[in-house]
């Protein structure tokens, strides 16, 4: 049984009352009926899953005093109004004060479940929203790695193992996936005492690499006037983190191995090997394997560090995840420009999760970084934001959206989305079909 209704129906006319009331349960929903205001909203809560549907002009309390009462409560609820043709004028000016849409009545029974489906969707994004900014945990591996989805749980929860065992680990992902995030998380929940050491072999010249890791004594080459602590001894007792590691020269490749084997350096120029206690993360967005038959990798070095393997899924398979996401980079980038955080209305959060994101979470920080400086265009409403979609596109799109992330929010069990969808299994099965969503998880039965 359903904690409380899809709809509040208000009307003093019994006999309207009734016939809208069998209208719309007729459509699955479920209706509270009531004669007046007072009665209706006696226990609405601000996080009410609910729309209301009432009356203007009744005896007690019209739709003004119903609006007021309603926006105390919490002024995102929608209320849609059903007026005689004498009272538009009153509807239309109660809607200016807050309420969502109105009727004329008699209201057309395709019209009254039309306009009541689009608000209880609307209702649902504007909860989802809400929801997304609160339900990051204050202290812990989804601080670091943020997401509801069922690929980001079962990524939690792997390297959670992972961390335990401080083995060292190979992170597979696209550009823009996390990857040095990653790594860093495994080294802050590892226990590891020393740093967490970062070396991008993409990005220092081949002919610097070595001494970069390993280190030089003084007179090692020309310029070594100096002896120098390479990033692998600076790691003692901590973590090095490899980026790009399918850069790194050959030579380089050679040594690194006997570093992962013994656990032992020798910095450049010196015959004194040097113990080193490290755990070694390396990142790539190539396959290891596939480059060592070509030649441009050691295949002895790939097979060595694909021991512990972790591959990102790219944002486009973390359905749900992107407005968790976006409502994160965006608190941070406010908080970097000294501003307040711009609202996130519910057609942009729709506009969000049907974006491709081929740059994966860098590009969404990106568009968040542009949202706070006012550099993102913005849709400017549901109805505006499809660019000249018809009516049933843009429902069709609001509907994927609240599908994707209800099925996140259950880690992708079917049932449980479909009991708080408040619709049967079979019916969200067809849907998933229509939109062409997978649920991506185990344990379907839930």
Same mark, same amino acid.
């Given at each position: 049984m359903r904690p409380e209704a899809d709809i509040i129906l208000i009307d003093d006319? =019994?006999?309207?009352?009734?016939?809208?009331?069998q209208v719309l349960e007729l459509e699955d929903f479920t209706v509270s009926p009531h004669g007046s205001v007072v009665a209706a909203l006696a226990g609405l809560r601000a996080d009410s899953d609910t729309v209301i549907v009432s009356d203007v002009r009744m005896p007690d309390h019209d739709g003004f005093d119903l609006v007021a009462a309603v926006r105390k409560?919490?002024?995102?609820?929608?209320?849609?109004?059903?007026?005689g043709h004498g009272d538009i004028p009153m509807a239309l000016r109660a809607m200016r004060e807050g309420a969502w849409d109105f009727l004329e009545k008699p209201a057309d029974p395709v019209h009254l479940i039309e306009t009541v489906r689009r608000a209880r969707d609307h209702r649902r994004l504007l909860l989802e929203n809400?929801?997304?900014r609160l339900s990051v945990d204050k202290d812990g591996w989804e601080t670091r790695l943020i997401g509801h989805s069922a690929p980001m749980v079962a990524l939690r929860e792997k390297l959670q193992r992972i961390a335990a065992a401080s083995a060292d680990v190979l992170i597979i992902g696209d550009t823009g996936t996390g990857k040095e995030v990653t790594a860093r998380a495994l080294h802050d929940f590892? $226990?590891?005492?020393g740093r967490f050491v970062a070396v991008n072999c993409g990005a220092i010249p081949e002919t610097m690499l070595e001494s970069e890791l390993f280190g030089h004594e003084a007179g090692a080459f020309t310029g070594a006037r100096e002896k120098r602590i390479g990033k692998i001894e600076y790691a003692d007792g901590g973590t090095l983190f490899l980026d790009e590691i399918e850069s790194m020269p050959i030579a380089a490749q050679v040594r690194l191995l006997r570093v992962l084997q013994e656990r032992v350096i020798e910095r450049l120029g010196s015959n004194v090997e040097l113990p080193v206690n490290i755990c070694v993360v390396a990142a790539t967005k190539a396959d290891l394997h596939d480059a060592a038959r070509r030649g441009e990798f050691r295949e002895d070095l790939a097979y060595r560090l694909d021991i512990a393997r972790v591959e990102l899924p790219p944002?486009?398979?973390r359905k749900g995840d992107v407005g968790l996401l976006f409502q994160h980079f965006l608190s941070? =980038? =406010?908080k970097r420009q000294g501003r307040t955080a711009p609202?996130? $209305?519910v057609d942009l959060l729709a506009d969000l999760n049907a974006r491709p994101w081929p740059g994966n979470v860098r590009e969404l920080r990106n568009v968040a970084e542009r949202f706070v400086l006012g550099l993102e265009e913005r849709p400017d409403s549901e109805? *505006? *934001?499809? $660019? $000249?979609?018809?009516?049933e596109a843009q429902m069709d799109r609001l509907e994927r959206t609240i599908i994707i992330n209800s099925l996140a929010r259950h880690e992708g069990r079917v049932g449980a989305t479909a009991d708080a969808l408040g619709i049967s299994r079979k019916t969200l099965y067809l849907k998933m079909r229509k939109f062409d969503i997978d649920a991506r998880a185990d344990g379907d039965e839930g």
């Open positions: 006319d =019994a006999s309207v009352l009734e016939a809208c009331c409560v919490d002024p995102d609820i929608p209320i849609v109004l059903m007026s809400r929801r997304l590892s $226990g590891r005492k944002l486009a398979r941070l =980038a =406010a609202p996130v $209305g109805a *505006t *934001t499809a $660019g $000249g979609e018809t009516l």
